[in-house]
């Protein structure tokens, strides 16, 4: 894959422990037109914060999302549903319900808007379904074929979608990513990327990723899929099979000692660990291999302002020897870098602590958060650009 021009800006930040990172430098130049500058600290939406309201207990929330008009779409996957709530937070409908019927689902992987629809990917079943702005659905079979299980569902890309799976996983060396395109009428397209996954080890009885182990982040705007490996501070990006559309890179701050960072997780990892269980965990944690290099970036969303964040990796928040801090959205806050999709630097942004982003609109962005009990809630927060 012949990769476009390298584009270059400065940005991502590493921070250890409970230190909050660095905000970037202004954006040589001056103000970047339309670029973000604040998350309102007060809240213009929320949902899951009444008790005893059936509708707002959430259990497995899956990136929730704003409609154009305003309404926000909650997928909640441990009740095979997707809800739907007006601009002031109140419930509207619920699409879909437990089962293999059209609009149903046995796993609601990923859902995400397009246009006034809902699209949605059942990854047990194979499908996409498309809740349509006049009530009715349409059900899409994925065909089958010589590539992976499908488990990750990313999101529209063109007039198809971005589907992808693991295709290798063993002790030792990292997972492999097979990420595909597929048409509107669910046929295979072809391979876009294959990205690295985690990296897995075994100690006694246990067997999963490394304490601080890396990860690939795929994003899609439905025009170009994004993708990075964590180890690296650049993201590239594809419209189609065989296509490269060129790469955003920036340079990171110096990391901190490997070996200084595994021993900080796994001391918090024990602290946090049932006191019978402290001594079990700190030898799993310390029979894992310790790797040569840490990740530099966590995650990234797409502006459709043109810009992208950059979450800068912390191990404290991010180690999967903490939980991975449900990985594939991470809600540890904190400032994140602000890339324009030309390449040039544009500044950074505050992320409140706890809440994980999951889209960011011209005016607005949407979250998760998680209570020390693991209780659900949706919010949406309005964002000045300048």
């Not at 809240?43 to 008790?51: E, F, I, K, N, T």
């Not at 960072?261 to 990892?269: E, F, K, S």
């Not at 540890?332 to 942004?349: H, K, P, Y």
Request: glycine share 16%; hydrophobic share 40%.
């Amino acid at each position: 894959m012949k990769l476009g021009a390298r584009l270059c800006a400065a940005g991502a930040v590493i921070a250890l422990g409970g230190c909050a990172a660095e905000p970037d430098a202004g954006p040589v130049g001056g103000p970047v037109p339309g670029a973000p500058l604040e998350i309102e600290a007060i809240r213009a939406m929320s949902v899951g914060v009444l008790g005893g309201d059936p509708y707002q207990e959430f259990d497995g929330v899956v990136r929730p999302f704003l409609l154009p008009d305003g309404r926000l779409v909650v997928p909640n996957s441990g009740g095979y549903d997707i809800r739907v709530f007006n601009e002031g937070g109140e419930f509207l409908e619920a699409l879909g319900g437990r089962g293999e019927g059209p609009g149903e689902f046995m796993y609601l992987s990923a859902a995400w808007p397009r246009g006034d629809t809902v699209e949605a990917f059942d990854s047990r079943l194979r499908r996409v379904t498309r809740f349509l702005p006049d009530g009715s659905t349409e059900v899409v079979p994925i065909a089958s074929g010589e590539y992976p299980d499908l488990g990750l569902g990313a999101g529209p890309l063109g007039r198809g979608w971005v589907l992808g799976g693991v295709v290798f996983a063993g002790h030792g060396q990292r997972d492999r990513i097979s990420v595909h395109h597929f048409d509107r009428n669910g046929g295979h397209l072809g391979e876009l990327v294959s990205v690295g996954g985690i990296v897995r080890y075994s100690a006694g009885n246990f067997g999963g990723p490394e304490p601080l182990s890396p990860r690939s982040v795929v994003v899609t705007d439905g025009t170009y899929l994004y993708f990075g490996d964590t180890l690296e501070s650049v993201i590239r990006r594809t419209s189609a099979p065989g296509i490269a559309d060129g790469e955003i890179a920036w340079e990171p701050t110096e990391s901190p000692a490997v070996r200084d960072a595994l021993d900080r997780v796994i001391d918090q990892a024990v602290s946090e660990a049932p006191a019978d269980e402290a001594s079990a965990t700190r030898a799993r944690h310390e029979a894992a291999p310790v790797p040569d290099e840490l990740s530099v970036f966590w995650d990234f969303l797409v502006d459709p302002e043109g810009f992208v964040w950059i979450q800068p990796y912390d191990p404290l928040a991010h180690a999967f020897a903490l939980g991975g801090r449900y990985v594939g959205g991470v809600g540890s806050g904190g400032a994140w870098s602000v890339i324009a999709l030309d390449g040039q630097r544009a500044g950074s942004i505050a992320v409140a602590d706890g809440l994980e982003l999951t889209q960011i609109t011209p005016t607005a962005v949407v979250g998760i958060r998680r209570d020390e009990l693991g209780v659900e809630s949706v919010h949406v927060h309005g964002i000045r650009r300048n």
